[in-house]
């Protein structure tokens, strides 16, 4: 009995922990390098309809200039589902393999000195 207490015991912990990763941990975040971008037009439109009639908008974003922390260049391309608001700073996620894999907004005050310069 007390071994199948702690069997339950192991089990429940690894549950919890497995739930608790797949909550809080961002997999397109791990092992990608962090840049930055300025968005400065619209994205171009893409169109997509569903058999059941419903319409999706993809913006893409082509040939955008990111800089990593120490200043580092790469061209980006990337969708997003509505268009992005012009002059908005990204936080973009990269991995060498996949391209972008994630962004997120963020504020002037938090993109680096060296790549703030070069945006």
């Known amino acids: 009995m007390k071994k ?6 192991i089990l429940l912990v690894v549950v919890v922990g497995g739930l608790a990763t797949l909550r809080f941990v961002n997999f397109n ?3 990608a390098e962090q840049y930055y971008v300025k968005i400065t037009a619209d994205g171009a439109i893409e169109k997509e309809t569903l058999d059941n009639g419903k319409v999706y908008e993809t913006y893409w974003y082509k040939a955008y200039k990111a800089y990593n922390e120490e200043g580092k260049e790469i061209s980006v391309d990337f969708s997003a589902q509505k268009n992005l ?6 936080r973009v996620y990269y991995k060498e393999s996949k391209g ?13 000195k060296k790549a703030l310069e070069q945006l």
Do not use: C, F, K, W
């Not at 608001?85 to 990204?90: F, N, P, Q, S």
């Not at 972008?100 to 504020?107: D, L």
């Open 4 to 9: 199948m207490m702690i069997a339950l015991v």
């Open 100 to 112: 972008i894999t994630s962004y997120e907004e963020v504020q002037e005050n938090e993109v680096p």
């Open 29 to 31: 975040h791990l092992g």
């Open 85 to 90: 608001r012009h002059d908005a700073y990204l």
